[in-house]
């Protein structure tokens, strides 16, 4: 029992270090601090000033922001959570230290919690900064908005996760990530600016138009976050089980 | 006490036989040389030892508490320092990770220049340092950690002779603290200097020696370079 207890609490302590080292790692990456959180702060900022609404109701707030959260959370699921899966596989760190079966459990349960860590940070960071425009703070408002958040995200790893199977180098993946995000604005767009009868087939197929939804209230987000936790816990499992040790370009 | 054992392995791709029925022996505290020109199926062994490949044939017996591989190619997360890139190392692959105190008073015991080339290598971004830190610091931490056999894929290729010389005083030093290490180089001399024994891997089949003399001897050279060419024709 005892030494049950001591190798949990071992495991424990290693993967809130790998946790750690990886958010450390995040937070020092530029590149994605400002595409990923400043960014769409930005944006919605000068949006709002340039069209500002009399009507600063909590629902005003969520309708307005439901893009922007829901950017933020397929942004991180893609080009932080599933991106460095591929990276660290094409880089050989994971071929040469991730590749027994205790080694990737923790790795990619640390993963998961740092990229959560991070997401969630985001989203908080995007409402402190935009909500002032909306009228006052609100716990109860912001923990709603992370809930539908976090389902968000978690739905965008299921599809990160599919992409990171892929045996794709790591450029065809930076391709393939910046084309489905560069698509899911197209048809966000073209369905807020064309009538619905129009543009509902194509809108439908869209994850960011159904995140979006959740922030509307327009999905039930229990069942909706219940859904997307057990499709994303699968996701990882099926990761963990077929993990791609080998680098795409290695010959071995 | 033997550590690890190969029999009759073998493997390959559909009929592409890339190893055939090698045997191959390593005992506690040994450090065993794999020679072997580029494609001779080094790394495919150490794949084979790792299970990161299945056998076609033969078994592979691995009394190891703790196996460490290090292979050839390696890009460290650029952004991390080298020192938590040290840490993230052993959360993920040892038993009980060393902190850095312990890491630093074992390396002075082995070598103090040593200890100190490793520490002020950890303090640098990995982005900032050169191929042979890089390289002398993964295969320092992989000797540092709680294993008992570590693989090192070519650790020395491409490495200046300091840090080369810094690679084998940490292979040294584990070896003499019990650890078994097999290492592969295409350099002959290090090998026969360095290694207790050594094997050279050729023509799908492995051969194994204890000195340069017997290699040579036995390939009909008259110097190692000479013995290498001949024995991969």
Redo the contacts between chains.
């Keep these: 029992m005892k030494r049950r207890s001591a190798t949990l609490f071992?495991n424990t302590n290693?993967?809130i270090?790998?946790t750690t080292?990886l958010i450390?790692?995040h937070t020092?990456?530029p590149t994605a601090l400002l595409w990923s959180a400043i960014a769409p702060c930005l944006l919605f900022v000068i949006t709002t000033l340039q069209h500002p609404t009399p009507d600063v109701t909590t629902q005003s707030y969520g309708a307005s922001a439901a893009w922007f959260y829901s950017y933020i959370s397929a942004s991180v699921a893609f080009f932080g959570f599933s991106f460095y899966l591929i990276g660290?596989r094409e880089?050989?760190?994971v071929?040469?230290?991730?590749?027994?079966h205790n080694?990737i459990l923790?790795?990619l349960l640390a993963h998961s919690f740092s990229y959560s860590i991070i997401s969630t940070a985001y989203a908080s960071l995007f409402y402190l900064i935009t909500k002032p425009f909306y009228g006052n703070y609100s716990v109860v408002e912001l923990l709603h908005l992370l809930a539908c958040f976090y389902t968000s995200y978690l739905l965008f790893t299921c599809i990160g996760l599919g992409i990171a199977a892929l045996p794709i180098k790591f450029s065809t993946a930076s391709t393939l990530f910046s084309l489905m995000s560069f698509l899911m604005l197209i048809s966000g767009y073209s369905g807020a600016t064309q009538s619905l009868m129009t543009s509902h087939s194509l809108i439908l197929l869209n994850p960011l138009y159904l995140s979006t939804r959740l922030f509307n209230n327009e999905l039930p987000l229990l069942s909706s976050f219940v859904a997307t936790l057990a499709a994303a816990l699968s996701a990882l499992y099926f990761t963990g089980r077929y993990f791609r040790?080998?680098?795409i370009w290695?010959r071995? | 006490m033997i550590i690890l054992e190969t029999q009759n392995l073998s493997f390959g791709h559909d009929s592409n036989t890339l190893i055939d029925n090698l045997a191959l022996h390593a005992k506690q505290g040994e450090s065993i040389g794999i020679l072997g020109c580029n494609g001779a199926g080094k790394?495919?062994l150490f794949?084979l030892i790792?299970r990161?490949k299945k056998p076609t044939n033969g078994t592979i017996f691995n009394a190891s508490q703790r196996t460490a591989?290090?292979?050839?190619?390696?890009?460290?997360?650029p952004?991390?320092r080298m020192h938590?890139i040290g840490?993230?190392?052993s959360?993920?692959?040892a038993?009980?990770?060393p902190s850095q105190a312990e890491i630093l008073s074992r390396l002075t015991h082995w070598s103090p220049s040593l200890s100190k080339r490793y520490t002020d290598i950890s303090q640098k971004k990995a982005s900032t340092c050169s191929y042979g830190e890089i390289r002398s610091f993964?295969t320092l931490t992989l000797l540092l950690q709680d294993s008992d056999l570590i693989i090192l894929d070519e650790p020395t290729a491409g490495v200046d002779p300091e840090f080369r010389h810094f690679i084998w005083v940490g292979i040294h030093n584990a070896c003499r603290e019990g650890a078994c290490v097999l290492v592969s180089s295409h350099y002959t001399e290090e090998i026969t200097a360095n290694c207790h024994r050594f094997y050279m891997l050729a023509n799908r089949r492995l051969e194994a020696f204890n000195s340069g003399e017997e290699f040579m001897a036995r390939h009909r050279a008259r110097s190692l370079d000479e013995a290498f060419i001949n024995a991969s024709l």
């Design positions: 071992l290693k993967i270090t790998i080292i450390t790692e020092r990456e660290r880089s050989g760190f071929r040469s230290f991730i590749y027994e080694s923790r790795f040790i080998q680098p290695s071995y | 790394t495919t794949d790792c990161i591989y290090l292979t050839q190619i390696i890009t460290p997360p952004l991390l938590e840490r993230l190392i959360s993920l692959n038993n009980t990770p993964f």
